[in-house]
């Protein structure tokens, strides 16, 4: 996208619509880094599971439907900001917003924005990527550690008031995939790596002859069966977009070792969560942990709450623990990078399949 401009306006208008992210503001921060500010808390924010389905089908009329109307106070928020700073803006954003040059979206995940057509506007889109990819990473690990290690029996034993001994597996010495390896991959494959695994990695940049410090093998998406082949335990880190759903099919798991660890912490779109089903149900799977769904919040009577060895979690990978400050942190170091007209962190350009 080139470099970008800063504002013309003598009051830079900031609008921080995300009710999470206010407290964390400092005004005199940014007025040091961008002079003469105005921030605007109007809040603004979409119920998940429309922000779910504007990731699924970005264009669909029956979205627009079920969005609520904005009040003038927001649409007047909207009309005036130079730049956002949140983790949701409306659909077909760029007519509401005429001044608007920059969001800065606080979640790595950028899929509802495509519903908001901001390249229309020529509105630059960057993401909060690396944010929360340390305690989504740890998150993986306690995952794949409690299978192995067994806990879930233990705490079985340990309600029920009995003495069974239930020994565990080593995660020494084993293979382990990271399918994407962006900055939740990249953490994920570090703290691996302390357990002294085998450690390969698919990146949808690869080139022929490409290697990574932080696994010992790279691979292309072309060779993901490939990989799922040699892998006893596959994290799926890839991005949400539409040229990766369904990425994990009926054909992937079967690719996949007998008795291998499946863990999601993407999106519910890159699986097709029957044929993970299948998968637990013969055996050909030991145990699968997701954070995310197709469907959210899941239905209470969806086949994937009793799918054998399946441990789900709504969502919750992440920590809120110095999350805003760190989300924070961020946005004024691009702040500081926009008002000098230089190129802004993590950049996600929605032409480009984000």
């Keep these: 996208m080139g470099e970008r401009r800063s504002s013309d306006a003598r009051t830079m208008v900031v609008y921080v619509p995300f009710p999470m992210l206010v407290p964390f503001v400092d005004r005199e921060r940014l007025e040091r880094i961008a002079g003469d500010v105005e921030v605007i808390t109007t809040p603004f924010e979409v119920e998940h599971d429309l922000r779910i389905a504007r990731e699924q089908d970005p264009f669909a009329e029956e979205l627009r439907t079920r969005a609520p109307a904005l009040s003038d106070e927001q649409r007047g928020a909207f009309a005036r900001a130079h730049v956002v700073f949140t983790l949701d803006v409306p659909m077909d954003l760029p007519p509401l917003a005429p001044n608007l040059r920059w969001v800065q979206c606080m979640g790595s995940g950028v899929g509802q924005y495509v519903s908001s057509r901001l390249p229309d506007g020529d509105i630059l889109l ?77 990146r949808r940049s690869w080139v022929p002859g490409a290697a990574d410090a932080d696994v010992d093998e790279l691979f292309g998406p072309d060779a993901l069966h490939e990989v799922l082949r040699r892998a006893d335990v596959v994290v799926l880190a890839a991005p949400g977009s539409d040229e990766n759903a369904d990425l994990f099919d009926a054909a992937a798991f079967a690719a996949m070792q007998p008795g291998a660890i499946f863990v999601n ?59 805003g400050e760190r989300a924070f942190d961020l946005f004024c170091e691009n702040l500081e990078r926009f008002v000098a007209g230089e190129p802004l962190r993590n950049v996600v350009d929605l032409r480009d399949g984000y």
């Design 126 to 202: 960057t993401n909060g990527a690396g944010i929360a990819s340390a305690p989504i990473a740890e998150w993986v690990l306690a995952r794949v550690l409690q299978i192995v290690k067994r806990l879930p029996e233990h705490d079985a034993s340990s309600r029920e008031h009995r003495w069974k001994m239930a020994l565990g597996g080593r995660l020494e010495g084993r293979t382990v995939a990271i399918v994407g390896l962006g900055a939740i991959g990249r953490e994920a494959a570090r703290r691996f790596r302390g357990f002294d695994v085998h450690l390969l990695g698919v």
């Design 265 to 323: 912490v993407a999106r519910g779109t890159l699986v097709d969560e029957m044929a993970l089903i299948d998968a637990l149900g013969s055996g050909r799977l030991a145990a699968a942990a997701i954070d995310v769904a197709r469907t959210e919040p899941l239905p209470a009577d969806d086949p994937l709450w009793s799918a054998p060895n399946l441990y789900v979690s709504p969502h919750s990978s992440a920590s809120a623990e110095r999350y």
